[in-house]
């Protein structure tokens, strides 16, 4: 069984950074493709940015690209969103998810998210 344990989320002001991390307990992340996700309530569920278990391949959603980064650190089995320039529109409650796919990075929310974390608030303010 694979554990995500998400950290980083917060309030901050637009404009401003945030790093979001998930460390994966049980599974080598090498064998997992990953992905953020996140949702406002009320709201539809956003696919944000994914990376395939590799890392060469990533995807970010156009409203995020040029300011927010998916990385991973498989020394530590751990995946980062890096959130630069941050804007009130991105708040929202932000999770980590893990696929057993090789094909989920590039399907974003369609893919088969078969982990999750337990979800990150994120709060830009005006």
């Known amino acids: 069984q694979v554990h995500l344990e998400e950290s980083g989320g917060g309030v901050v002001q637009a404009g401003g950074s945030l790093r979001l991390s998930c460390a994966a307990a049980?599974?080598?992340?090498?064998?997992?493709?990953m992905a953020w996700l996140r949702q406002v309530p009320g709201k539809e569920r956003e696919f944000v940015a994914s990376?395939?278990?590799?890392?060469?391949?990533?995807d970010v959603a156009a409203s995020v690209k040029g300011r927010f980064t998916i990385s991973r650190e498989f020394g530590r089995n751990v995946m980062h969103l890096q959130m630069n320039s941050l804007r009130p529109e991105d708040t929202a409650v932000y999770y980590c998810?893990?696929?057993?796919?090789?094909?989920?990075?590039?399907?974003?929310?369609?893919?088969?998210?078969?982990?999750w974390g337990q979800g990150l608030q994120v709060a830009v303010s005006s």
């Open positions: 049980g599974r080598d992340l090498r064998r997992l493709d």
């Open positions: 990376s395939s278990r590799s890392a060469i391949a990533t």
């Open positions: 998810v893990a696929s057993e796919s090789d094909s989920a990075w590039h399907l974003g929310l369609g893919g088969q998210w078969d982990y």
